[in-house]
């Protein structure tokens, strides 16, 4: 086989008739399936149009070749012996002359290609909810890995490196505050000009204030600092479990008799479940003032009215009841990132899918749950 050029052209086919009737196939470049090649029905039509006395090819200008030119030339080949049109292979590479010629002496046996048969609607339901079982049980099995590791932290038989877990702590709390800070001072501003825009047609735009902090406080600042640290921390979470595991370093823990999850999950998820609770109500507070600032700057309140109307309109359930909320999102967030970093394959490219699954499995994991506490909430008076 020749040599890869990667300056080579791609695969570049000529046809052209001679004067005593024959069809010439000028083969140029590179004939490689990951080319971009020719199709056979460009000489299906070439024949059909005018039969020719035979067929010649030319592959002087070939410059690298594999499986897709010999595909091309068995295709061409069966459309010839079925119009019982004589080919000259004298001029193609001697590899070629060889595989062809292999491939003709030893004949498809009958029926070795199965024949395609469409499953029935119901048949292929079932398959699929077998192949939805697989994931739904890996997840089981790894959230009650989890729970056996918890078990063993409350009896201080866990075992990880408690720097490892002021880094993390560090990582998912402090370094997050500057997006947080972002986010939430833009989520409380918007609820206060969409509020604002609505309630100055009766008069009521003291009421912004109540606005502002029952949302913020019940459910959005939870909510998105949840999805913030889904998308900043979840997905690191896979990355670097992801990387080790492609680096064989999960697999060397095991080895020494560490459980990965113990010495990597475990912190991972107690950092998260410390900070998400503080940084929930950091971003109550930094919402609030984002409403403030349209209150007192556009609708013209005095500050502390605004201030008085807040405290008036939030109660202390409200906050806890957001506080709880963020805890368990913060539980979600952790597990969707390591349960993803966990079952990362062994590649390069592994490492991002994992990363962006870890991503999208929290963020249907907190509006999922979220959900849920707004009936449960209802239900109880909350």
């Known amino acids: 086989m020749t040599s890869q050029d990667p300056t080579a052209p791609r695969g570049d086919l000529a046809v052209a008739r001679s004067n005593d009737g024959t069809l010439v196939m000028r083969f140029a470049g590179r004939w490689q399936l990951r080319s971009e090649l020719p199709s056979p029905d460009v000489i299906r039509n070439e024949i059909e149009s005018a039969p020719p006395r035979r067929v010649a090819f030319d592959a002087a200008q070939l410059t690298a070749w594999d499986s897709g030119l010999l595909t091309f030339l068995t295709k061409v080949t069966e459309l010839c012996t079925q119009r019982q049109i ?48 697989e994931p739904a049980r890996q997840m089981l099995e790894f959230i009650g890995q989890v729970t056996l590791a918890v078990g063993k932290l409350v009896r201080r038989k866990a075992r990880y490196r408690t720097a490892d877990l002021m880094l993390l702590i560090q990582q998912a709390g402090a370094d997050a505050l500057g997006i947080i800070t972002l986010i939430s001072f ?4 918007i609820l206060a000009f969409v509020g604002a825009v609505q309630l100055e047609q009766f008069g009521a735009a003291i009421y912004v204030a109540d606005l502002v902090g029952i949302a913020m406080v019940r459910e959005m600042g939870a909510m998105m600092t949840a ?11 896979a990355a670097q479990l992801g990387t080790m595991k492609v680096t064989q370093e999960i697999d060397a823990l095991t080895t020494m008799g560490i459980s990965p999850l113990e010495f990597l999950v475990l912190p991972r998820m107690l950092a998260l479940c410390l900070m998400m609770p503080l ?40 906050l806890v009841g957001g506080v709880f909320k963020a805890s368990v999102y913060g539980v979600l967030v952790a597990i969707s990132g390591c349960l993803r970093g966990m079952q990362c ?5 592994a490492v991002g ?19 849920l506490f707004s009936v449960i909430f209802y239900v109880l008076g909350i």
């Open 279 to 318: 940084l929930c109500l950091y971003a109550d507070c930094v919402g609030i003032l984002g409403g403030a600032a349209v209150g007192v700057g556009m609708l013209k309140l005095p500050l502390l009215v605004y201030y008085n109307q807040t405290a008036h309109a939030v109660h202390i359930g409200d």
């Open 86 to 133: 004589p080919t000259d292979r004298a001029g193609l590479p001697t590899g070629v002359q060889r595989l062809l010629a292999l491939a003709e002496a030893v004949p498809e046996r009958k029926g070795a290609r199965q024949a395609t048969v469409v499953p029935w609607w119901l048949a292929r339901l079932g398959t699929a909810v077998l192949d939805a079982r």
């Open 353 to 371: 899918d994992a990363a962006t699954s870890a991503v999208v499995t929290g963020i249907v994991f907190i509006i999922s749950v979220c959900g």
């Open 345 to 349: 394959g062994n590649s390069s490219s």
């Open 186 to 189: 833009l989520v409380g501003t």
């Open 227 to 237: 999805i913030v640290i889904a998308g900043r921390t979840g997905a690191a979470y």
